[in-house]
């Protein structure tokens, strides 16, 4: 799975977007951008994930480059709630098992 | 919506006892996961287990660590002889065989303290 650099800490202000950038300039045609995040020690919560076009859903939107070689998950109106260490996570989608490679991941502050 | 369940929450042992953390994954999932993450880094996946068999694992899972499927609901990972270094929070997570491209639900966590 290709390496993903992501910075370790981030600030956004309550209701304004929060735009959290990741690297993956080794990424293979066949691999996809998974972004999960963690609050405080619970379990990772699945976001959002990508191929080439860009993605929304209802917790974020994902705007991959054309070349693929990084991608910013965006929290439109972040929230105290939205306080977490965010992933990106590159890897093939396919095989019998797709574990997960997490890194450190950026920590988002939200503040008031 | 349905969601992974672990128990206990936090386990307390003694250094060389064998504990067995549980997990109940979502009933239509058919690959099951643990993953591990030693308090301040990151997370470590262990071991993936479909089709009552063990799918990978990773070189953390040595011979301590087993895991089973002992009915159709229940995960669970046993460590035969506990050490200090095996204190950390244990996710489980499971995911459906098809469908949102291998999207995987995690559980809240054991909490792992070994004394």
């Known amino acids: 799975d290709a390496k993903t650099t992501q910075p370790p800490s981030m600030d956004c202000a309550e209701g304004r977007a929060a735009n959290l950038p990741c690297n993956h300039s080794t990424i293979s045609g066949n691999e996809y951008v998974y972004w999960y995040r963690q609050i405080h020690s619970q379990g990772p919560q699945y976001i959002i994930h990508g191929l080439k076009n860009n993605e929304t859903n209802e917790m974020a939107s994902l705007i991959i480059t054309e070349d693929r070689k990084s991608s910013t998950l965006i929290l439109p109106h972040a929230t105290l709630r939205d306080t977490a260490v965010y992933y990106c996570i590159v890897r093939v989608a396919t095989g019998t098992a797709s574990k997960l490679t997490f890194g450190t991941g950026t920590r988002l502050q939200v503040t008031l | 919506e349905p969601e992974v369940t672990q128990t206990p929450s936090h386990q307390v042992t003694q250094m060389g006892q064998e504990v067995i953390l549980r997990c109940v994954p979502i009933s239509n999932h058919l690959y099951f996961y643990w993953y591990r993450q030693i308090l301040g880094q990151k997370v470590e996946f262990l071991v993936s287990f479909y089709n009552n068999e063990i799918s990978e694992k990773s070189e953390i899972f040595d011979d301590q660590f087993s895991v089973e499927r002992p009915d159709g609901s229940n995960f669970t990972l046993k460590i035969r002889s506990t050490k200090l270094e095996d204190s950390a929070m244990y996710f489980c997570?499971?995911?459906?065989?098809?469908?949102?491209?291998?999207?995987?639900?995690f559980g809240p966590g054991t909490r792992l303290t070994v004394t």
């Open positions: 997570a499971s995911r459906r065989l098809a469908g949102r491209l291998y999207e995987q639900y």
